[in-house]
């Protein structure tokens, strides 16, 4: 049964109620849903009444889980999604905390910023396994760069991207300005946040924002998929793989390549490297085991 839609602070309403995944869960899993299963973390936020708008406790979660992720062995791919119909309607301006007595002072939003949207988006980017988002409706504001700093995104047909920040007289936070150039390019980027126009799913396929769009249906056993190839691949070569790519735009060529020889060389120390050499020279399938 439906929930009754209230307005969160990025100003989208309606939601349906929970479902719940299997696998072992949490005890915190009123604001998060979490199971380990075959080498895939699957991380589902779960406050539907809210179109799972990020209070600072769900924000702090999310960052331990993404860090945990990074040290645990058991995990080597992650799954980001949401319970009923919508994926993340951006930060909870609600749960903010008080005033400052007096009132602010300068450097108090930019403080709030770099220790709380900007740690949740750092966390995403620097994860050492692979993170699949698989965005189920409505992904606004923080909620859309959620998404966005994931290394793959899938989303269902009823998905949506809005860059909602514009429409509140607001600049984009959370790795916004610096997550959309590099997926769209500067004059997209402008294009969506001047706007803050609602994006379709099929739209933010052809801009590049999402690897793919599938059935609303099929959402979660194609990131299931995914994540579960993912798994199976060689973990130290994908985060290594990861970081170089993450690096590259921000890097000149001297840089790059450097980067790319030292990762070869730490690669080369991996035990999943040496079984992929050696499948190749006795023409078998590789066994990888995230070492």
Same mark, same amino acid.
């Given at each position: 049964?439906?929930?009754?839609?209230?307005?969160?602070?990025?100003?989208?309403? =309606?939601?349906?109620?929970?479902?719940?995944?299997?696998?072992?869960?949490?005890?915190?899993?009123?604001?998060?849903?979490?199971?380990?299963?075959?080498?895939?973390?699957?991380?589902?936020?779960?406050?539907?009444?809210?179109?799972?708008?990020?209070?600072?406790?769900?924000?702090?979660?999310?960052?331990?889980?993404?860090?945990?992720?990074?040290?645990?062995?058991?995990?080597? @791919?992650?799954?980001?999604?949401?319970?009923?119909?919508? #994926?993340?309607?951006?930060?909870?301006?609600?749960?903010?905390? /008080?005033?400052?007595?007096?009132?602010?002072?300068? =450097?108090?939003?930019?403080?709030?910023?770099?220790?709380?949207?900007?740690?949740?988006?750092?966390?995403?980017?620097?994860?050492?396994?692979?993170?699949?988002?698989?965005?189920?409706?409505?992904?606004?504001?923080?909620?859309?760069?959620?998404?966005?700093?994931?290394?793959?995104?899938?989303?269902?047909?009823?998905?949506?991207?809005?860059?909602? !920040?514009?429409?509140?007289?607001?600049?984009?936070?959370?790795?916004?300005?610096?997550?959309? /150039?590099?997926?769209?390019?500067?004059?997209?980027?402008?294009?969506?946040? #001047? !706007?803050?126009?609602?994006?379709?799913?099929?739209?933010?396929?052809?801009?590049?924002?999402?690897?793919?769009?599938?059935?609303?249906?099929?959402?979660? =056993?194609?990131?299931?998929?995914?994540?579960?190839?993912?798994?199976?691949?060689?973990?130290?070569?994908?985060?290594?793989?990861?970081?170089?790519?993450?690096?590259?735009?921000?890097?000149?060529?001297?840089?790059?390549?450097? @980067?790319?020889?030292?990762?070869?060389?730490?690669?080369?120390?991996?035990?999943?490297?040496?079984?992929?050499?050696?499948? #190749?020279?006795?023409?078998?399938? /590789?066994? #990888?085991? =995230?070492?």
């Amino acid at each position: 049964m439906p929930v009754s839609p209230r307005e969160t602070s990025d100003g989208i309403t =309606g939601a349906d109620g929970p479902t719940e995944p299997p696998g072992p869960v949490r005890s915190d899993a009123s604001v998060i849903l979490d199971a380990t299963d075959n080498g895939v973390l699957r991380i589902t936020l779960n406050r539907p009444e809210a179109l799972h708008a990020i209070t600072a406790d769900l924000r702090e979660q999310l960052i331990s889980r993404f860090f945990d992720a990074s040290a645990d062995p058991a995990v080597r @791919a992650v799954v980001v999604t949401a319970t009923g119909r919508a #994926f993340c309607a951006g930060a909870d301006l609600r749960s903010a905390s /008080p005033p400052r007595p007096g009132g602010p002072v300068p =450097g108090d939003v930019a403080r709030v910023i770099q220790r709380g949207a900007q740690r949740l988006i750092g966390a995403v980017l620097d994860c050492e396994k692979p993170v699949i988002a698989a965005v189920n409706g409505i992904a606004a504001g923080l909620g859309a760069h959620l998404a966005l700093a994931c290394d793959l995104v899938l989303a269902g047909e009823s998905a949506q991207f809005t860059e909602v !920040f514009v429409r509140r007289g607001l600049v984009p936070d959370g790795g916004g300005a610096y997550l959309l /150039p590099r997926l769209v390019g500067p004059r997209r980027a402008k294009e969506l946040m #001047f !706007f803050g126009d609602t994006v379709s799913a099929e739209e933010a396929e052809r801009l590049g924002l999402v690897n793919r769009v599938v059935p609303d249906g099929e959402l979660a =056993g194609t990131a299931r998929a995914w994540a579960e190839r993912l798994a199976a691949g060689p973990t130290r070569t994908l985060a290594l793989t990861k970081q170089l790519v993450n690096a590259s735009l921000d890097a000149d060529r001297a840089a790059a390549f450097a @980067a790319e020889a030292a990762a070869q060389e730490i690669n080369m120390t991996t035990a999943d490297a040496r079984e992929g050499l050696a499948s #190749f020279t006795e023409r078998r399938a /590789p066994r #990888f085991r =995230g070492r």
